[in-house]
């Protein structure tokens, strides 16, 4: 376990790394969308959330599991389409904001 | 051999995820990097249900319903002037789930039969700390950007640095303790507690003109937050997504801070907003005493409809107003008669980080009228008009020359180098941070007083009726 840990941080050191590299020159016009585009993509703790609430280790577990997947997937659905919305705008302007999810 | 399959699948997420946000970086590509990043996220989901290790379907079919159908509801209902609350409240939520899937795998390993090994133990508290203080601060941050309960400007308290000293080292001190006495839940609950009280605190001393800084610090924390979770369940992908959300949180944290010229920390623990006093004091004073010049509408219209260029310049005041259709209409009717109309827009203007963009684009403004910083400010000397619709301290020139300034060495745009300045404004109220101006009482500055919009609408009739 402790062999897990130090290899999930050398994984995390990494890709803050690969991070830092691929987002340095966002123009500030998309820093709205990119900072709520980002937010969608930490929404990936849906991943943890469903196998906490999958394991039915116990009722308490799973209802403080149930009310994760919940609030992940907002975080997921409501990000994204938010996101869309936003880039749709800066798009070319003829659509209908919202129009499209 | 399944498992394997999933490592793979959830690398393959985050390959995606890493070209989705790269391709954010780019007006252009922008909406596909963010459509082929929630592919990405698809594909985790599907993997996951894959999963030996779930057992039951039912709930998580309810709750995976659950929530997209309110995270669709709420991205449907939200309108645009609403944008820097839905942002900071959607942060929360995944702050929220990791906190509780820390809760849930804590709670699952002090059962009798589990064991729980001290690697297992730290990450799970580190998870519990850093998504409690995203959901926290983030509801927090929501709250004020709304209006709502807490006051948009600081909220400071003596001894708040203590308090948040104290709050850390208790959970230090709670986590010790669990590590010699697993399954305490008294201990694990304050650990709890503390965290959130701790984004609380953090959040509720910043004043509404640093929430961009807010908002991009707690994005980077609900992707560490994210991060942590994969310690938890030990899951390479989500590790690797995460840190790269908390690369971009701090990469953009960093961008609001040099806009302002102060470091994160002046930002967290400064309580800029407070300082009325000291800088509004004897100069202050002495300003106020020259007074300011005042224009009608029908002379502004003059101004601008008879120059060659005119740059506006908006700010929180605008998005208050919700006046950016105006705006629009404005600039459309300056077009018409031969004018060219560029807007100015300082990171820093509004409540999050490209406020000022997202509203204007709403408004169908063309995105390459709108020029940042760098690219704007060699303009000015050779525009007929600055109009400055609700923003303040980024104009102020204070910054450039007034060491005593608390915005001192700040970037603005250099807006007093214009012909003519208009500034309009609801009255002489000092901006957020309660600096006295000294754009106002330059000598070319006139101030139009009123709501941007009404102000706006009796502009738009005043330049229609031009020759």
């Known amino acids: ?101 | 051999m399944i498992k394997n399959f999933m490592e793979l699948s959830y690398l393959l997420a985050a390959v995606i995820f890493i070209v989705g946000l790269k391709w954010m970086a780019s007006p252009k590509r922008a909406r596909r990097g963010n459509a082929l990043s929630a592919i990405g996220m698809l594909i985790a989901i599907l993997v996951t249900l894959l999963d030996h290790q779930i057992l039951s379907f039912r709930m998580l079919t309810v709750g995976i319903v659950v929530g997209s159908l309110l995270g669709l509801w709420m991205a449907k209902a939200v309108k645009m002037t609403a944008m820097p609350q839905m942002v900071g409240l959607l942060n929360g939520f995944g702050g929220g789930a990791s906190l509780l899937v820390a809760a849930a795998e804590w709670y699952r390993l002090i059962q009798p039969g589990a064991t729980m090994t001290t690697a297992t133990a730290i990450t799970i508290y580190a998870s519990s700390l850093v998504g409690g203080v995203t959901i926290a601060g983030s509801v927090v941050a929501a709250l004020k950007l709304q209006g709502w309960v807490v006051p948009d400007r600081p909220v400071l308290f003596p001894g708040r640095h203590a308090l948040s000293i104290g709050l850390i080292l208790t959970v230090i001190a709670m986590g010790v303790y669990l590590g010699y006495n697993p399954g305490t839940l008294w201990a694990f609950v304050v650990l709890n507690i503390a965290s959130l009280i701790l984004g609380i605190q953090l959040v509720i001393a910043i004043g509404g003109a640093d929430q961009p800084v807010v908002i991009c610090l707690l994005n980077s924390y609900s992707g560490i937050a994210a991060a942590m979770t994969g310690f938890v369940i030990n899951n390479h992908g989500l590790i690797i997504t995460g840190a790269l959300v908390g690369a971009s949180g701090i990469i953009l944290t960093n961008i609001m801070c040099k806009a302002m010229n102060r470091s994160i920390w002046n930002v967290l623990f400064g309580g800029v907003g407070v300082v009325v006093a000291g800088s509004g004091g004897e100069k202050g004073a002495a300003m106020r005493a020259k007074g300011v010049r005042t224009i009608t509408a029908e002379d502004t219209a003059a101004l601008l409809g008879y120059g060659k260029l005119v740059i506006v310049v908006p700010g929180y005041g605008m998005a208050v107003a919700q006046a950016q259709h105006q705006v629009r209409e404005l600039a459309d009717l300056l077009h018409k008669r031969g004018v060219e109309v560029l807007y100015a827009i300082h990171p820093v203007a509004g409540r999050m980080p490209g406020h000022m963009n997202v509203l204007l684009a709403e408004a169908n403004v063309p995105y390459e009228a709108l020029l940042d910083l760098d690219q704007i400010n060699p303009n000015f000397d050779r525009a007929d008009v600055a109009i400055v619709i609700g923003a303040n301290d980024v104009v102020n020139p204070a910054a450039r020359h007034d060491t005593t300034s608390p915005i001192y060495g700040m970037p603005i745009l250099d807006a007093d180098l214009a012909q003519h300045i208009i500034v309009m404004k609801r009255s002489m109220n000092p901006g957020f941070a309660g600096i006295e101006n000294e754009l106002f009482y330059n000598s070319k500055t006139q101030m139009l007083f009123g709501d941007a919009k009404k102000s706006l609408l009796t502009l738009i009739n005043e330049v229609r009726v031009l020759e």
Do not use: Q, W
């Not at chain 1, 900072?35 to 609430?53: D, F, H, K, P």
């Not at chain 1, 280790?57 to 997921?76: D, H, K, R, W, Y």
């Open chain 1, 1 to 101: 376990m402790t062999d897990a840990l130090i290899n999930g941080i050398v994984v995390f050191v990494l890709a803050m790394f690969v991070g830092f590299e691929v987002i340095t020159k966002v123009p500030s016009l998309l820093h709205t969308p990119l900072t709520s585009g980002a937010n969608a993509i930490s929404g990936i703790t849906i991943v943890g959330s469903m196998t906490v609430v999958g394991m039915v280790s116990s009722e308490f577990a799973s209802i403080l599991g149930f009310v994760a997947v919940v609030f992940a997937m907002i975080n997921v659905v409501g990000g994204y389409l938010v996101t869309d919305r936003m880039l749709a705008m800066f798009g070319g302007a003829k659509k209908e904001p919202g129009a499209k999810p």
